[in-house]
């Protein structure tokens, strides 16, 4: 069974400009997270979809980040303008119920440099 | 608020000692207690996930407890191995999962 993807795997980019990562869950999980984990520190939920819709997004900067899952399966996280502060691993899970109390699959990450 | 505290940040051990490795949580209202791995440029891998209504969980080596009214539990590695090292990460789930910052854990061959 292929676990979750994420593309890309690294990003640098300098502050004010824009960048969007991209996530596969593994084929079937309804729910899906992107974490924000910054060096130091745990990961920290962003956002969680219930197939194609928001369950959980109270922790999403809204003015600059934004996110999509679009037909309930991949889904979008893209920040704009980013700050030195987004400078994180971006990471995408996904479990196959409801979000309820189960395990979560962890894609490999993202990692943004912000200069 | 949640908060998920792991002492120590890090440890460094010899290779074929036992170690535990430490988490607590200031709400005990949890469905349940996870320990994942990290390991450098890779996502987390979950170890074992113990109900609140279970007391521990074995994995191989690995063996989890959990003391809910008293916020605590711990992650017990036997006869510790160099592929062990990695930061191990608890979590807590309540509405969603709660992470610590985890324990840095370095295996001296």
């Known amino acids: 069974e292929a676990g979750v993807a994420q593309s890309p795997r690294y990003k640098i980019i300098e502050k004010r400009q824009s960048v969007a990562f991209w996530c596969n869950p593994i084929?079937?999980?309804?729910?899906l997270y992107w974490y924000q984990q910054i060096l130091g520190q745990g990961p920290k939920l962003l956002i969680q979809?219930?197939?194609?819709?928001?369950?959980?997004d109270s922790q999403l900067p809204k003015d600059r980040f934004s996110a999509e899952r679009l037909k309930g399966v991949d889904s979008t996280l893209k920040i704009q303008p980013a700050k030195l502060e987004d400078s994180a691993v971006y990471l995408c899970?996904?479990?196959?119920?409801?979000?309820?109390?189960?395990?979560?699959?962890f894609g490999p990450g993202t990692r943004l440099l912000v200069l | 608020k949640q908060e998920v505290t792991q002492i120590p940040a890090a440890l460094s051990v010899p290779e074929g000692e036992n170690l535990v490795l430490n988490c607590s949580f200031t709400?005990?209202?949890?469905?349940?207690l996870q320990w994942f791995r990290q390991d450098p440029g890779k996502g987390l891998t979950s170890l074992l996930l113990?109900?609140?209504?279970?007391r521990e969980q074995t994995s191989g080596r690995l063996n989890a407890s959990l003391d809910k009214s008293s916020g605590r539990s711990t992650l017990y590695i036997a006869a510790s191995q160099p592929g062990d090292s990695a930061t191990y990460l608890c979590?807590?789930?309540?509405?969603?999962?709660?992470f610590g910052t985890g324990t840095r854990l370095t295996i001296i061959p």
């Open positions: 979590a807590v789930f309540q509405e969603k999962l709660t």
């Open positions: 084929s079937g999980h309804a729910t």
């Open positions: 709400d005990s209202a949890i469905y349940n």
């Open positions: 113990i109900q609140s209504s279970q």
């Open positions: 979809f219930q197939n194609n819709g928001v369950v959980d």
């Open positions: 899970a996904s479990s196959p119920g409801t979000g309820a109390p189960e395990t979560q699959y």
